[in-house]
């Protein structure tokens, strides 16, 4: 949309911003320092606003919840973007100054009236038109979002939704209102800044670019391919066309972090070789031809991770890897060298400052000046840089210095798979305070709040299925089918159920879930999942 | 346009600390000015990233026209003040508070501050015979916590960190009135019974070692804590992407405690219970 | 943070409102939701406090912090019946000791809560003038007070089918300026001049009603002695909201007379109240009123309920534009709160802690807004003073202490009860307009347990602010608590140390650990070999709790012991 892919304010900025929007985020359990910034708008008088599914630990905090049905984001989306035009409350000079496509737009969301939105969304219209009357009318606003956002089939989509709603209000370019995606690991923002994205060079550089490419191949000596790669849902894909049929995975455990757990084991099992670098046999560890033991990156290693607000800092070696694990700049040194290049001994900062060489963005960073700051946000272009708390100020400039934004046009659809008779109960997926992403590295300490394996719903709905709390149940998709006891919580519904996604040994959750992905951004909908539910 | 945020300029005040003119913010406080004045104030439930409580009094200093003394760490400075901070009554103030709180609980863990400043006072021990002393059984209720009520000053600092001020988890607050009053969960339930999310918050705030991480007491237990062979590295925390740094206590190549720097602004010193103990999954002998 | 997340509907599937300012707003109703809970019951259970926590969105381990913070509030299992039995300095003075006996003999030790009834020792419960007195907690039913009591008394009322109050009357001296009048009703009120001070003040501006307070010269009766005309004129400056706050919890040892007025006259309180508020421009009032008063109270809220009926309480009062109600509070066993600020954490739903000053109350009083406070006595000379104007005030009393005052006379007098004389009189001339010394005199305690023992010459001091300031004692809240040489002084002493610890909120060291350490060293000094070490510790507690207390409780609660020992109550060498 704007060009580089960062969120694009500070963390500071929403300690004193007027209005908060949480829209598909339980921050409190999944970035719990993050929102301990929030907490601090909050009392320092912000407005804040949830919109997510489930009334969450995070929604908890909020003036107003709106308890959206799964994927229902864009409808609510356009309605509020309807509604702001026709109160009469458009940034009509920000407009008309900043963006582009406005008509079009206005016209296209005419449709999402806020009685459509309330009957797709199941939010009351009252509730949908309050949030578009603040957001319109704060001084200044940050609209936050997470995974509720992009573990859709239309991940795309739905953020370019919530890109429109700051488009026509003016909430971004300016100190205090900005649109802030909270990555979800730690190095999401660093791996796509340094171009481990199918289409971008380090820096977002776009590969397809002949000039810019060019200066990668002169300062590595090699030819760079043209064509963007595949991301790692589209490899999928190949190896079942068979186009793929080798893979080194680094960090990664798709055996049981890709939805359709079934399918994916399959196609790993159906390569002719697999490579894999880990600090754990994990199960796709275990699929492979050849491991190589790692360290791990953030207390064995050097070199830096960037955060959500775009902030580069250093990462150190507090410890020794044990026993012959290398770190996985070392591996890659020595796997260059042993296909017969000559990298030599790897040093992090080297890399580094070979980066900053490339990437203008980076080239400011020192690892002294990293250390001395504290970390820098990015773009930091010269040494005498402060660094960018927030992004897109020229948006505002006059004359423009670039193309105007563009507003997007984006139609609501619902969730891929559908509920219906066999399956009437809609199952999200996400994570506990406690716990991470397949619990690899989070089930090493003994967590006293841990909550089990199990399948959150209400009273009301377990009464209907006619299970009591602890009793276990048994959770069926149109791919597979897992048992789990229940627990009650009340921040659901009837019809919706969740459950965490941290122990796939116990409790496969993506064997529910379907690989129905976002082909802009390679996402699966974990977010979506249609299931019906059995006492056993 | 906006660039970057334009601070409004700040108007300042002029003070005099110990006969010294100090010229400061208006925003900044008496402990600040005296700091800045080169004074050696010592404080025990200030912390910079909490909301003073003004609970242990050690910071006061002697203002010209108060009656009483003034606590420093909370008052803002105001023009013309005349401010001492080391005078006679100044000294008997600290003297007294560290006499006091010594005569009730087990300062054997505070740190070495603290220590240098009893000793610059002439604090003595046992002065007021077999009087009331704090005796409570150490909580051992987790594998992540330890409190050691013996040990409690009742600063009050994990209450803002569990509260209003960090955390806003508020599993803990001041239990009863006086002196016996206690930091305590309702009706002393269990932790793992209560709101506790164990970010661990309380126990990084902590000054006298009331609340310990299990790691550390267990080591200490066994004699096996020694921090003179610890290194301490700062790094990232892998479990999201907000970007907290971790202070990675290291002895004989093991993590035993994980802090977070107080003067940095992601974390202001505070973690959540992932990044505070998430570390075993690197050191556990059998995955 | 949800309200009455348990008892959801399908109305709240898809939308919720709640908050942080939502929340903050219901904080406020914690302590009277305690109150309910405690009255009905008898005690807090876990279930009660976690119920109370969720409707109110406050965390249960804040909600019990408060609930803790109360003696009369329990969270462990009490009898539906439990006495609060008087063992203060006055009453034991007065001979109460001999009662705590009988009700020990018949009733065992206090403090054992296991059975159907119970008795615990209270602290002063401000019914002096009695020479003895108990407070009653009735679950399910109403508070009750026995005043004088004896152990029969006490223990038929703890077996009563309905418990009722039984106190003596106070004697109450006639044609005085605040008392003489017992209003029953509204227009009784009215009968005597009542209500005329409110209308006069609503044709005047609210600026010329602070100037008549201001030049009535009027200082605080709370203690304090602070000018009057100088709060309202800094709250009247303020932008609002803005809160006035009758401070009514009175419980200081010794002291009786705000329960007097409440219960005499509580109208003209309310008329007072209330042109507060019309001339600082604020729109609510509290009374904030003692737990152990339960007649006060009663008198009070059916007096603040005819008054608002009769629209003198309420929207455009008297058909003015001006509107202003007034709540009551209900403390619940905390002398702490009674300190001003201490007092809004109490209204707010906190631990009635107090609060480093400053911003000062009248900056950043109640819920943060600026803040009159005033105790009772202070706003009873209002009407007064805007019906004959501020210099006919001033006119009273001495040049620096303008008006009269109340005087709470106990202990060895022949004639207990309040007394009030224009500014001016000694401690002599008060114990001898209550009839004279029962007995031989060994010294008075002037100003309550805050305050200090006097004898010989200091006798004829007068009682003004200033003539006091310079002899070294505190006219306080007006107690003069009057002791014979019958009376063994020590235990007294002690009595008044054990006092301070156990109001201590516990907030700062000096306070918390020093009231402790100051009871420990009297009791050792009874029997000490070496008295200097004791009196030298005694002296340091001294210092640093005067110089370092965060508030008033810990920096006076060394004033009676250093008192009782200059003039050698205590610590002389035998």
């Known amino acids: 949309m704007f060009g580089a892919g960062g969120g694009t304010s500070s963390y500071e900025e929403i300690e004193t911003t007027d209005l908060i929007i949480l829209w598909g985020s339980n921050a409190r359990s999944a970035h719990p320092i993050f929102f301990h910034h929030l907490l601090k708008g909050v009392r320092n008088g912000a407005k804040m606003y949830a919109v997510d599914p489930r009334r969450t630990e995070s929604a908890q905090w909020a003036d107003t919840w709106l308890g959206i049905d799964v994927g229902s984001d864009i409808a609510l989306a356009n309605a509020v973007a309807r509604e702001i035009i026709n109160a009469g409350l458009a940034n009509t000079e920000f407009i008309e100054h900043s963006t582009s496509g406005f008509d079009d737009f206005a016209e296209f969301v005419e449709p999402y009236t806020l009685e459509r939105a309330e009957e797709i969304s199941g939010v009351p219209a009252s509730a949908i038109r309050a949030l578009a009357h603040d957001y319109a009318t704060a001084e200044t606003a940050q609209l936050c979002w997470t995974l509720g956002i992009t573990e859709h089939h239309n991940a795309t989509d739905n953020v370019v939704a ?168 070392a591996i890659l040194f020595e796997f260059a060298n042993a296909m017969g290049h000559e990298w030599g001994t790897a040093d992090a900062e080297d890399v580094w400052d070979e980066l900053r060489s490339l990437s203008p963005m980076h080239a400011g960073m020192s690892y002294e000046r990293l250390e001395a700051m504290g970390g820098i946000q990015w773009p930091c272009p010269d040494i005498g840089h402060p660094g960018t708390k927030f992004l897109h100020a020229w948006l505002w400039e006059d004359p423009m210095p670039r193309e105007p934004a563009p507003f997007s046009l984006v139609e609501w659809v619902p969730p891929v798979d559908p509920l219906d008779e066999d399956y009437p109960i809609r199952l999200t997926t996400g994570r506990r305070l406690d716990a991470y992403n397949t619990g690899v590295q989070s089930s090493g300490y003994r967590s ?46 009837r019809g919706l159920v969740f459950m965490a996604i941290h122990s796939p040994d116990d409790l496969d959750v993506n064997t529910l879930t379907l690989d129905a992905w976002d082909p802009k951004s390679g996402t699966a909908e974990f977010k979506a999942t249609a299931v019906r539910i059995e006492t056993t | ?162 509260g209003p001020d960090a955390q806003n988890t508020f599993a803990i607050d ?90 940095h602004e992601v974390t202001s010193g505070h973690l959540c219970i992932k990044g505070r103990f998430g570390y075993a999954h690197i050191q556990s002998e059998s995955p | 943070m949800f309200r009455g997340s348990r008892e959801r509907s399908s109305a709240d599937d898809h939308v919720a409102y709640g908050g942080l300012a939502s929340a903050e707003s219901r904080r406020n109703l914690l302590l009277p939701t305690l109150h309910e809970v405690q009255s009905s019951v008898g005690w807090v259970s876990h279930g009660a406090l976690n119920y109370i926590s969720e409707r109110l969105s406050v965390s249960p381990a804040e909600a019990y912090g408060v609930a803790t913070f109360y003696d009369l509030i329990a969270t462990e299992p009490r009898p539906e019946r439990v006495a609060h039995v008087c063992d203060d300095i006055g009453c034991l003075a007065a001979g109460a000791g001999s009662m705590l006996d009988d009700l020990r003999d018949r009733l065992g030790e206090p403090d054992e809560f296991g059975g159907s009834i119970a008795w615990t020792r209270s602290p002063c419960l401000g019914q002096c003038e009695k020479g003895s007195a108990a407070f009653i907690q009735v679950a399910g039913g109403d508070d009750v007070v026995v005043a004088p009591a004896t152990a029969e008394q006490v223990i038929e009322i703890l ?55 201001t030049a009535s010269g009027l200082r605080g009766r709370g203690g304090a002695a602070f000018p009057a005309g100088i709060k309202w004129r800094a709250v009247g400056a303020e932008a609002g909201p803005k809160y006035v706050v009758c401070n009514a919890d009175e419980s200081e040892p010794g002291t009786f007379k705000d329960r007097v007025l409440m219960e005499e006259d509580p109208y003209r309180l309310i008329e007072a109240t209330t042109i507060a508020g019309y001339a600082v421009g604020a729109d609510k009032g509290y009374i904030y009123i003692r737990g152990e008063y339960p007649g006060a109270l009663r008198r009070l809220s059916d007096a603040i309920e005819e008054v ?68 009772v006595e202070s706003l009873m000379n209002i009407p007064a003073i805007v019906l004959e104007g501020g210099a006919a005030f001033a006119s009273i009393g001495t040049e620096e202490s303008t008006g009269s005052k109340l005087f709470c006379v106990s202990g060895n007098v022949l004639g207990p009860g309040v007394y009030e004389a224009p500014f001016g009189v000694s401690t002599r001339d008060v114990i001898d307009m209550a009839g004279g010394v029962d007995g031989d005199l060994q010294a008075v305690l002037v100003g309550g347990a805050a305050g200090s023992f006097v004898a010989g010459d200091q006798l004829d001091v007068p009682l003004t602010f200033e003539d006091a300031s310079a002899a070294g004692i505190s006219v306080g809240s007006g107690v003069v608590m009057v002791f014979n040489t019958e009376v063994d002084m020590a235990p007294i002493v002690s009595r008044i140390a054990t006092f301070f610890r156990h109001e201590s909120c516990g907030l700062c060291v000096p306070c918390r650990v020093g009231t402790v350490r100051q009871e420990e060293s009297l009791i050792r000094l009874r029997t000490a070999e070496d008295r200097d070490e004791e009196l030298a510790l005694l002296a340091d507690l001294d210092v640093v709790m005067r110089d370092s207390s965060i508030c008033g409780l810990g920096q006076l609660a060394t004033v009676a012991v250093q008192s009782a020992i200059t003039i050698g109550l205590i610590g002389a060498k035998s």
């Open chain 3, 308 to 375: 608002r009926d009769r629209g003198y309480l309420g929207g455009n009062i008297a058909g003015s534009d001006f509107s202003f109600d007034i709540e009551i509070r209900r403390g619940a066993g905390a002398y702490i709160c009674g300190e001003e600020t201490a007092l809004f954490n109490s209204i707010e739903g906190f631990r009635g802690e107090p609060r480093q000053k400053p911003p000062f109350p009248t900056q950043a009083g109640l819920f943060g807004r600026p803040t009159l406070v005033n105790n």
């Open chain 3, 159 to 213: 077996h009563a089918e309905k418990p009722q109050p039984s106190v003596s009357p106070s004697p109450i001296r006639q044609d005085t300026r605040l008392l003489g009048r017992t209003t029953l009703s509204l227009s009784h009120h009215e009968s005597h001049g009542g209500l005329e001070a409110l209308r006069k003040a609503l044709t005047m501006l609210p600026g010329d009603v602070v100037d008549e307070v």
């Open chain 1, 448 to 493: 006293p709040i841990y909550a089990g394996a199990v399948i959150d719903m209400t009273p009301e709905q377990a009464a209907d299925l006619g299970a009591s709390e602890g009793d276990v149940v048994r959770i069926t998709s149109r791919r597979g089918s897992v048992e789990a006891p229940v627990r009650f919580t009340n921040g659901l519904r």
């Open chain 1, 162 to 329: 919530l890109i429109n709603l700051a488009l026509l209000t003016g909430h971004v370019g300016r100190y205090g209102s900005g649109l802030v995606p909270i990555r979800g690991q730690n190095n999401v923002q660093g791996g796509g800044d340094m171009g481990a994205l199918p289409n971008k060079l380090p820096g977002f550089q776009n590969v397809a670019d002949d000039e810019l490419r060019g200066k990668f191949e002169k300062a590595y000596g090699m030819t760079i391919p043209s064509e963007p790669g595949w991301h790692v849902t589209q490899m999928f894909d190949a190896m079942e066309r068979a186009e793929l049929s080798a893979m080194y995975v680094i960090g990664e455990n798709p055996a049981q972090s890709e939805a359709d757990s079934g399918r994916t084991i399959e196609l790993l099992e159906g390569l002719d070789h697999l490579v894999v670098q880990d600090i754990f046999l994990t199960k796709t560890a275990a699929m492979a031809d050849v491991v190589f033991p790692a360290a791990s990156g953030w207390a064995e290693s050097e070199g830096t991770f960037t955060s959500s607000e775009r902030r580069v800092q250093r990462v150190r070696r507090a410890l020794d890897p044990p026993g012959s694990a290398k770190d996985d700049l």
């Open chain 2, 1 to 162: 346009m906006i660039e970057q945020r334009i601070a409004d300029p700040v108007a300042t005040v002029t003070v005099t600390i110990d006969g010294a003119p100090v010229t400061m913010p208006e925003t900044a406080t008496l402990l600040e000015a005296s700091r800045a004045a080169g004074a050696d104030v010592p404080t025990l439930c200030y912390l910079e990233t909490l909301t003073p409580f003004n609970s242990c009094r050690l910071c006061v200093v002697e203002v010209a026209g108060s009656r009483t003394l003034v606590p420093s760490c909370s008052r803002m400075v105001e023009e013309g003040m005349e401010v001492q901070t080391d005078s006679d009554r100044v000294q008997h103030t600290r003297r007294m508070v560290y006499e006091l709180l010594d005569s009730t609980v087990d300062l054997s863990l505070v740190d070495d501050e603290t220590t240098r400043q009893m000793e610059r006072y002439g604090v003595r021990t046992n002065r007021f015979g077999d009087g009331y002393r704090r005796t409570e059984a150490v909580k051992i209720e987790d594998d992540l916590y330890v409190r050691d009520y013996e040990k409690c000053i009742m600063c009050y600092r994990c209450v803002a960190a569990c």
């Open chain 2, 174 to 263: 001041v239990a009863g009135r006086g002196l016996t009053s206690t930091i305590a969960t309702e009706y002393d339930i269990t932790l793992p019974d209560s709101a506790c999310v164990y970010c661990g918050n309380c126990v990084g705030v902590c000054p006298t070692g009331a609340l310990m991480f299990t790691s550390e007491y267990r080591m200490r237990e066994s004699g096996d804590w020694d921090e003179d062979r610890q290194t301490v590295t700062t790094t990232i925390c892998t479990f999201c992407g907000v970007g907290c740094n971790l202070e990675l206590h290291v002895q004989d190549n093991r993590i035993v405690k994980v802090t977070s720097p107080m003067d």
